[in-house]
Structure formats: C-alpha cells, structure tokens
C-alpha cells in the first residue's frame, strides 16, 4: 500500500476513534464537570502559556474550593486580565417617545440622571490543577503510555536532529508530560517517562515547534492541540506502535463541536507533517545504518548471488592451466579479463531498509567480495608471468 493511501487510512481511523470516545459514558460524565471551568480568551490563553507553559486546567482559588480541590500552599497564581464592569450616572437629556428632547416652558432641555455601565478589567489570580489537592477530577484514557521503543537511543538521537529546536529533560513539577516554550524556542519533556510515552511526546512537542511556533493568532489552541497530538498519533502507528489508549482521549478534550469539524478540518495538516516527519526519520535512520554498516550496498547497485559468483570464479587449478597455455607473447595485462562477464546482471536476495539492502554472506560481509577474490587472482597469475616462481614479494609460496 502506498504511504498516502496508508496515511489516509490511518487518519480515518483517528475520527472513528476520537467519536468512540465521545459516544462513551465516562467521557459525559467528564463534560459535566468540565462545564464548570471558565473558558479563558484567546489574550487569557496567552497569558497563562507565557507564566506557565505547561498548564492544563486552570481555575480561580474560589472555583476549585467548589469542586472540593484547594490550592497548595506556597503556590505562585497565574495572572490574568478578568472582566470588571462598573456603572457611572450621568446626566443627560430627556427624551419624548419620538425620541427628541423635551423642552421645558422657558425653552430650555429638560435633564434626567441615567445610569452607564463601563467595561473595564482587573487583574485576577487563576491556578493550574497542578497546583491544587483534593478531590480527584474524573478522567478518561491512560496517565501514560507504556512499552518500549526499539532502538530507542538512535530514535531518540534522530528525534534531535530533525527537531527545529533544542530538546531536553526536566522533572516537570505541573505533571505534563512536556511542552513547546514558545519565548525560548525549546522543548522540555518529562524525565523517566515510559521510551514510548517519551517518543510520543517528542513528535507532538515537535509538532508544535514546526507548525505553531509563528501560526496565526486565529489558530485557536484546541486546532494546535489536534494537529500535534495527531500527528505524533499517526506517526507511531505508521511505525507500529500503538496510543490509540493514550491519543484519542487527548483528542477527544480539545474537539468540542459535536460534529467534530475542527479535527476533520485538521486531517490534511496532520497527513502533510506526518508524511514529512516518516520521510525525515527514515532517511536519517538509512544514513546512520550506512555509516555503521558499510557493508550496506545502494539498491541500484548490481550484486551477484552465490550461485553467479561460483559460475564466476575459477579454482586455482582452474586458472593455472589457463596461464600455463598463454605464451608469453600473449601475456595479459592488467585490462584482461580472468573470466567471462556475466551476460546478465543478477541482484541478490535481500532485506528492504528505507532506500538500501542489506548483502547476504559472502557478498559484502565478513567473506571476500568478488572484486576482491578477481583481484587476488590476477594478481597470482601476474606473478607468475613476470618470473617470480610463484611467490609473493617476501618471497612466501602462493
């Protein structure tokens, strides 16, 4: 199957998958406690992600006593800019019901006192569930992926290369498990996690940082939040490791139209960044597998089997009656072939990795190749034209 047509498929799978979720008993149960948190601006927003990055769910001290959580203390609040109207009395003109002033019997506007209300703002104190106790908020999904990725350390090392910004390990007090600083320009992610859960939210930070790190301002969060958690979703299961336990939960949270537009909206984003970072990540695997393999030949490279190598080469007996009636006159040289070209060219059994093959045993590996076999040949017969008795340059028997 081609990588569109498989990423198309996957990405299909991630809608059936998140509306799963929201037809499900526990994930009402969750919308109803959800409803009770204040729903910040955009301006709001960026406020919080500028104090606290990796804050999640964030609630005034008075709104989470309700809910039966209290605010650690020594805690530092997110400020915030709240809404603060307040009334002004002014006096104006009376008006008759058409409208226009009414005028008193010395010709003069009659005047009436009405209040005004003003909108103004204040600064307000807002903490994240990081920093609160009590209480457990109901949940849907895992608290983190487990299982192992394998080889996790080359993974992780071309996870860096390919990441626009630095990457590194922190204890993250809050309980995320990593975030994109967007003022830094870095990404931090959660020490000691799970080699899958790590990888995972390597690609979604990393997500963030390729896609989000100069988006527009009308890109709201939860359109950020699906494009990166997908991607990272769609990617891992391209590779065949699974977060659909952890993924579609997380997807679930941030669509909130019930006809889940904004996740179908975000489909194309999500196969276009998964296909490039598969496309990076398998590249840069083939590049490091080459310079540690340099047995490893490119696929287009002609490579004779077993069997055309024994066809090929002759015994040393073999090749002794063939120098023994050449005369002198017609001594080869170093242009003369000790055996017939193949008339065709014959690719060896091998196994696809990214964009090259791995050589079966004797064709590449620990054994001679059979450039090398030819040339120690030639050489022999060479030495033994030019009168050195059948010995090497110390003088040793061939």
Same mark, same amino acid.
């Given at each position: ?5 498989? #990423? ?8 059936? =998958? ?30 919080? &992600?500028?104090?606290?990055?990796? &804050?999640?769910?964030?609630? =005034? ?15 530092? /609040? ?13 006096? $104006?003109?009376?008006?008759?019901? +058409? ?18 209300? $003003?909108?103004?703002?204040? &600064? ?16 849907? =999904?895992?608290?983190? #992926? ?64 390729? #896609? ?7 890109? *709201? ?18 590779? /065949? ?5 952890? *993924?579609?939960?997380?997807?679930? /949270? ?28 398998? +590249?840069?695997?083939? +590049? ?84 090398? *076999? ?12 030019? /009168? ?8 040793? &028997?061939?």
């Amino acid at each position: 199957m081609e990588r569109e047509d498989r #990423l198309k498929q996957l990405t299909d799978q991630l809608t059936d =998958g998140v509306k799963a979720v929201r037809d499900s008993g526990e994930y009402k149960k969750l919308l109803a406690v959800m409803a009770k948190f204040p729903h910040y601006s955009m301006n709001n927003c960026m406020l919080i &992600a500028m104090q606290r990055p990796d &804050a999640t769910l964030c609630q =005034g001290f008075d709104g989470w006593k309700k809910m039966g959580r209290y605010v650690k203390k020594g805690e530092k /609040g997110i400020k915030i800019i709240a809404p603060a109207p307040y009334t002004v009395q002014k006096e $104006v003109d009376k008006l008759d019901s +058409n409208g226009k002033p009414v005028i008193d019997s010395d010709g003069e506007h009659v005047k009436e006192t009405k209040e005004y209300q $003003v909108m103004g703002f204040k &600064a307000e104190t807002t903490f994240d569930v990081s920093q609160t106790d009590g209480k457990e908020l109901p949940k849907i =999904g895992v608290d983190e #992926l487990k299982g192992e990725v394998d080889k996790f350390e080359l993974m992780m090392g071309v996870l860096k290369e390919l990441s626009p910004v630095p990457i590194g390990f922190e204890d993250i007090q809050s309980g995320a498990k990593g975030y994109y600083h967007t003022t830094d320009k870095r990404i931090a992610i959660q020490k000691d996690m799970s080699e899958l859960q790590t990888v995972k939210t390597c690609l979604h930070e990393i997500t963030h940082a390729m #896609l989000h790190a100069d988006a527009p301002k009308e890109i *709201s969060k939860n359109r950020k939040e699906l494009e990166a958690e997908g991607t990272a979703c769609i990617v891992l299961k391209y590779m /065949g490791y699974d977060t659909d336990a952890y *993924s579609f939960p997380y997807l679930t /949270g941030y669509t909130t139209d019930a006809d889940m537009k904004e996740l179908k909206d975000s489909l194309n984003t999500i196969r276009r960044t998964s296909s490039k970072i598969i496309t990076k990540i398998e +590249n840069e695997l083939s +590049n490091i597998y080459m310079e540690r393999h340099p047995e490893i030949v490119p696929d287009n490279e002609p490579v004779k089997t077993k069997k055309s190598v024994e066809s090929d080469t002759r015994s040393e007996k073999e090749t002794e009656t063939v120098a023994d009636k050449t005369s002198d006159k017609n001594r080869p040289d170093d242009n003369w072939p000790l055996v017939d070209e193949p008339k065709e060219k014959v690719i060896a059994e091998r196994r696809i990795l990214g964009t090259v093959r791995i050589l079966p045993d004797g064709a590449g590996g620990k054994k001679p190749s059979l450039l090398d *076999s030819l040339k120690v040949e030639k050489e022999k017969i060479k030495n033994k034209f030019a /009168g050195n008795g059948g010995k090497d340059e110390k003088g040793v &028997a061939i």
